[in-house]
């Protein structure tokens, strides 16, 4: 996932474009777009949300939610038809600022979650409250033990 300079993202930001610059601070911001399938996710997200990027086993980042809206032209600028195929629109936008480098095996965030052991995460999901409380504790303990 490839950070997107802020400037390229303001004609495209609904409302107050200096207070989501002052969300975002010196972080990198990435870009997240989802289709009408995912509106109701995609509704429930909100500013000071943690999201969690993982791949090759673990959870690899973390960032937090610093503004979401609803754009098929900012869609179709990061992710153009003729690049991408002819697509469903994925014009429900969140975005997010890096936060930093972690290192979660999956194995680790399962049991913090209650998820089976064996489960991988893919894609888009939005916990429920009593496990993403239980995820917030062990990003706590980490952060903790790191210092």
């Known amino acids: 996932m490839t950070a997107t300079p802020i400037d ?12 989501v610059r002052v969300r975002i601070g010196d972080r990198d911001v990435h870009v997240i ?3 009408r399938r995912d509106a109701s996710k995609w509704s429930s997200i909100a500013n000071g949300d943690v999201v969690l990027f993982s791949g090759r086993g673990a959870v690899r ?13 900012l869609s179709r600028a990061k992710w153009p038809p003729e ?9 429900h936008i969140v975005l997010v600022a890096i936060d930093g480098e972690v290192e979660i095996p999956y194995a680790r965030l399962n049991e913090a979650s209650g998820d089976s052991p064996k489960y991988v995460p893919f894609g888009f999901r939005v916990m429920r409250a009593e496990q993403s409380a239980r995820v917030l504790s062990l990003l706590e303990e980490l952060t903790r033990s790191a210092h």
């Open 8 to 19: 390229e993202l303001a004609p495209f930001v609904d409302g107050d474009m200096e207070a």
């Open 33 to 35: 777009g989802r289709t």
């Open 61 to 73: 980042r973390k960032g937090t939610v610093v503004h979401t809206m609803k754009s098929s032209a």
């Open 83 to 91: 690049e991408y195929g002819d697509h469903e629109v994925w014009d």
